[in-house]
């Protein structure tokens, strides 16, 4: 809401009020009346209070930079927010009708899980053909699972985003210590104005996280896994999580299905935060996001619980991106596979063409387990590389280091006895692989033999640009080169984008 919002949130928030002066506003338009200035919504802007006497200082920072800054208003004992147009009062209103005091409306939250999950729910993976034989999907006969981790690294949710993010500067003022696509979070050097970057230690790590077909599928626990996957994601370049903020994209809150998404994601945001100590600082919410299906019928968006969060880094010459660094290096997945589902996974999605199934669900002690774990081992210098499992499962997670580092790697599963599609595609929450020095191996596995929580070597790092092979036993499920698995990942997006 604009400059309304800014204005009553900040004042409320102090017990105080605000006089601002609408004719001191910079605008683009003419002939804008009060109401427009006061609701229109744009982004980049900010509502400051500054020190009396040092204004003159904020706006000389700006206009170093090309911004335009004004003094608009003052702050006031009175807790009113006062807004002045052309000499006259055009709006007055107590500031806390606006923040703290505003109506809330009371919708009944269904007793149950509306007719479509409840549907979903019902889908079972044995409904799915087995492999006919080893190394063969049923899905479809003509389709190697080497043809279906490629068809996943092809999907936009997996595939590169860098058509996106070269679009940008990602590199202001070179403090960006991990830019975009080298590790599971960003990682920006916290550097004071008048420091040298060599004396500056401290990092900040960000990411973004959210699966809707978890959220769609499950409002609960798909928010509680957009929580856990953003954590994770900190913890994969050694960085401990902090706070969030979150995006939240619905429909309609007035239709029983929309209000129910709503409401349970809310809640899974609230305990993911709660278990994961990341308080919500802050974000904003987007509903009625709906178009109209060919018969007239509104059809909302996959309910979309965007998270943001930050972590602090000790020590920016401690992080580690995704893509493994030495030849030879063991491979460890922290967590297990037996918590596996095809439920909401992409694998089910892209091959199957099914949204059905119950997501996973996030063990938060294990979550917080796995996740120390892997900070711990960064930080104490045994851990090279670190990804997270998620969408596509572990064959996908593989493939994204081998394709970031160039490198190829052999990987047993040890005869599991798994359906292999569960296996290799299968998704679940806190699943962390790590590459680790041989000279750091036995240290790195005698603290993980101190854990509570399931962990396996996998196997080891190639040792040129050779495949990617991943057996079973003694068959050979994946074998490609890493070219292989690199052309499909990173064009996907900007092949779909040319017209």
Same mark, same amino acid.
């Given at each position: 809401?604009?400059?309304?919002?800014?204005?009553?949130?900040?004042?409320?928030?102090?017990?105080?009020?605000?006089?601002?002066?609408?004719?001191? *506003?910079?605008?683009?338009?003419?002939?804008?009346?009060?109401?427009?200035?006061?609701?229109?919504?744009?982004?980049?802007?900010?509502?400051?209070?500054?020190?009396?006497?040092?204004? /003159?200082?904020?706006?000389?920072?700006?206009?170093?930079?090309?911004? /335009?800054?004004?003094?608009?208003?003052?702050?006031?004992?009175?807790?009113?927010?006062?807004?002045?147009?052309?000499?006259?009062?055009?709006?007055?209103?107590? =500031?806390?009708?606006?923040?703290?005091?505003?109506?809330?409306?009371?919708?009944?939250?269904?007793?149950?899980?509306?007719?479509?999950?409840?549907?979903?729910?019902?889908?079972?993976?044995?409904?799915?053909?087995?492999?006919?034989?080893?190394?063969?999907?049923? &899905?479809?006969?003509?389709?190697?699972?080497?043809?279906?981790?490629?068809?996943?690294?092809?999907?936009?949710?997996?595939?590169?985003?860098?058509?996106?993010?070269? /679009?940008?500067?990602?590199?202001?003022?070179?403090?960006?210590?991990?830019?975009?696509?080298?590790?599971?979070?960003?990682?920006?050097?916290?550097?004071?104005?008048?420091?040298?970057?060599?004396?500056?230690?401290?990092?900040?790590?960000?990411?973004?996280? %959210?699966?809707?077909?978890?959220?769609?599928?499950? !409002?609960?626990?798909?928010?509680?896994?957009?929580?856990?996957?953003?954590?994770? $994601?900190?913890? %994969?370049?050694?960085?401990?999580?902090? =706070?969030?903020?979150?995006?939240?994209?619905?429909?309609?809150?007035?239709? !029983?299905?929309?209000?129910?998404?709503?409401?349970?994601? %809310?809640?899974?945001?609230?305990?993911?935060?709660?278990?994961?100590?990341?308080? #919500?600082?802050?974000?904003?919410?987007?509903?009625? $996001?709906?178009?109209?299906?060919?018969?007239?019928?509104?059809?909302?968006?996959?309910?979309?619980?965007?998270?943001?969060?930050?972590?602090? #880094?000790?020590?920016?010459?401690?992080?580690?991106?995704?893509?493994?660094? $030495? !030849?030879?290096?063991?491979?460890?997945?922290?967590?297990?596979?037996?918590?596996?589902?095809?439920?909401?996974?992409?694998?089910?999605?892209?091959?199957?063409?099914?949204?059905?199934?119950?997501?996973?669900?996030?063990?938060?002690?294990?979550?917080? &387990?796995?996740?120390? &774990? %892997?900070?711990?081992? *960064?930080?104490?210098?045994?851990?090279?590389?670190?990804?997270?499992?998620?969408?596509?499962?572990?064959?996908?997670?593989?493939?994204?280091? =081998?394709?970031?580092?160039?490198?190829?790697?052999?990987?047993?599963?040890?005869?599991?006895?798994?359906?292999?599609?569960?296996?290799?595609?299968?998704?679940?929450?806190?699943?962390?692989?790590?590459?680790?020095?041989?000279?750091?191996?036995?240290?790195?596995?005698?603290?993980?033999?101190?854990?509570?929580?399931?962990? /396996?070597?996998?196997?080891?790092?190639?040792?040129?640009?050779?495949?990617?092979?991943?057996?079973?036993?003694?068959?050979?499920?994946?074998?490609? !080169?890493?070219?292989?698995?690199?052309?499909?990942?990173?064009?996907?997006?900007?092949?779909?984008?040319?017209?």
């Amino acid at each position: 809401a604009g400059i309304t919002c800014s204005t009553a949130e900040m004042a409320a928030k102090g017990g105080v009020g605000i006089e601002l002066d609408l004719d001191k *506003i910079p605008v683009r338009e003419t002939g804008m009346v009060p109401y427009e200035y006061l609701l229109s919504e744009s982004q980049e802007r900010m509502l400051f209070v500054a020190q009396p006497g040092r204004e /003159q200082e904020l706006i000389d920072i700006f206009h170093r930079w090309g911004l /335009q800054a004004v003094v608009a208003g003052q702050v006031i004992a009175d807790p009113i927010v006062r807004i002045f147009f052309q000499g006259e009062i055009a709006a007055e209103i107590p =500031a806390t009708a606006l923040a703290d005091n505003t109506p809330i409306y009371h919708r009944q939250l269904l007793d149950q899980a509306p007719d479509y999950a409840q549907q979903a729910w019902q889908w079972q993976e044995n409904t799915l053909p087995k492999a006919a034989i080893a190394g063969i999907a049923i &899905a479809n006969q003509n389709h190697s699972w080497n043809q279906i981790l490629l068809t996943l690294l092809d999907s936009p949710t997996i595939a590169s985003k860098h058509w996106v993010y070269r /679009q940008y500067d990602h590199q202001v003022q070179n403090n960006t210590v991990i830019v975009p696509g080298g590790a599971d979070a960003a990682v920006v050097r916290v550097r004071p104005l008048d420091a040298k970057p060599e004396e500056c230690v401290i990092g900040v790590a960000a990411t973004t996280d %959210c699966n809707a077909r978890y959220v769609y599928l499950n !409002p609960l626990e798909g928010a509680k896994a957009a929580v856990a996957e953003a954590a994770r $994601n900190l913890s %994969c370049v050694g960085a401990e999580p902090l =706070a969030v903020t979150d995006n939240l994209n619905f429909g309609s809150p007035e239709n !029983p299905v929309g209000y129910w998404q709503l409401a349970l994601a %809310c809640e899974g945001i609230a305990e993911g935060c709660r278990q994961l100590n990341t308080p #919500v600082t802050g974000g904003n919410v987007s509903l009625y $996001n709906e178009t109209l299906d060919s018969n007239g019928k509104p059809q909302p968006i996959y309910p979309t619980p965007v998270i943001g969060m930050v972590g602090r #880094v000790e020590n920016i010459n401690q992080v580690v991106g995704q893509g493994w660094r $030495n !030849p030879g290096d063991g491979i460890y997945l922290l967590g297990s596979n037996e918590g596996n589902t095809l439920g909401g996974s992409e694998y089910l999605a892209v091959v199957h063409h099914t949204v059905a199934g119950q997501p996973p669900h996030v063990d938060f002690d294990l979550e917080k &387990a796995v996740q120390q &774990a %892997c900070r711990h081992g *960064i930080t104490q210098g045994w851990v090279n590389a670190a990804h997270d499992c998620a969408e596509g499962g572990l064959s996908v997670a593989l493939a994204e280091m =081998a394709i970031a580092a160039q490198l190829g790697a052999g990987i047993n599963l040890s005869d599991s006895e798994q359906r292999l599609d569960n296996l290799l595609f299968g998704e679940s929450a806190s699943r962390i692989v790590v590459a680790v020095a041989p000279a750091s191996q036995p240290a790195w596995e005698a603290y993980l033999t101190s854990q509570s929580f399931p962990w /396996q070597l996998l196997g080891a790092v190639g040792t040129n640009d050779e495949n990617l092979t991943i057996i079973n036993g003694e068959n050979t499920l994946i074998d490609l !080169p890493v070219i292989a698995l690199t052309e499909p990942w990173q064009t996907a997006i900007s092949r779909r984008l040319q017209f």
